[in-house]
T-cell receptor, first 114, second 115 residues
Framework: GAGVSQSPSNKVTEKGKDVELRCDPI?????LYWYRQRLGQGLEFLIY????????KSGLPSDRFSAERTGESVSTLTIQRTQQEDSAVYLC????????????FGPGTRLTVT | AQKITQTQPGMFVQEKEAVTLDCTYD???????LFWYKQPSSGEMIFLIY??????QNATEGRYSLNFQKARKSANLVISASQLGDSAMYFC????????????FGTGTRLTIIP
């Protein structure tokens, strides 16, 4: 079956511009996550959606970052007024909910802010 | 304090040998889960193995096994009979408090298998 998809795969933007990153989770997965991976580092949690519950935004690094998800479908991560330190790979994952269920990751969007 | 610590930034192992990748964790929760993911140079994150805090047996998945020592708070990944395709970054991750499903990742270990 189809895995998690993300678009675009690569995005180059100028400092100060806004960007939108898209994630299509696996059908039926109620949980969706966004992570950021800076070059050579581990993944940092950004935000978590579970069904219609209020999202856990505790990992968002600043108010320039926001994300939306409609129901159990597509999610968009928006970064306003991008800065060079926002350059990273942004990974989306989805899962069923419950202790033993692993997260399935998309291929990521590589964001470069020039 | 780091929640997940991977102390080996890089490892080189001869093909067909076994390798152990270290992971220690820090949590005050009684119920938590530990995961290992593989990230090849292509960038995708591939789930390898899961260990629940209440699982009495060490998890195994094919050539992967997890050496879970709860009292020491360690969850080392063991890869038996290493193959060239095992060359990748390996990340240990923890999920605490099953009311919140987010994962906390370590900084990873880059494993290189030498032919």
């Amino acid at each position: 079956g189809a895995g998690v998809s993300q678009s675009p795969s690569n995005k180059v933007t100028e400092k100060g511009k806004d960007v939108e990153l898209r994630c299509d989770p696996i059908s039926g997965h109620t949980a969706l996550y966004w992570y950021r991976q800076r070059l050579g580092q581990g993944l940092e949690f950004l935000i978590y959606f579970q069904g219609n519950s209020a999202p856990d935004k505790s990992g968002l690094p600043s108010d320039r970052f926001s994300a939306e998800r409609t129901g159990e479908s597509v999610s968009t991560l928006t970064i306003q007024r991008t800065q060079q330190e926002d350059s990273a790979v942004y990974l989306c994952a989805s899962s069923l909910v419950g202790g033993v269920y692993e997260q399935y990751f998309g291929p990521g969007t590589r964001l470069t802010v020039t | 304090a780091q929640k997940i610590t991977q102390t080996q930034p890089g490892m080189f192992v001869q093909e067909k040998e076994a390798v152990t990748l270290d992971c220690t964790y820090d949590t005050s929760d009684q119920s938590y889960g530990l995961f290992w993911y593989k990230q090849p140079s292509s960038g995708e994150m591939i789930f390898l193995i899961y260990q629940g805090s209440y699982d009495e047996q060490n998890a195994t998945e094919g050539r992967y096994s997890l050496n879970f020592q709860k009292a020491r708070k360690s969850a080392n990944l063991v890869i038996s009979a290493s193959q060239l395709g095992d060359s990748a970054m390996y990340f240990c991750a923890m999920r605490e408090d099953f009311g919140n499903e987010k994962l906390t990742f370590g900084t990873g270990t880059r494993l290189t298998i030498i032919p």
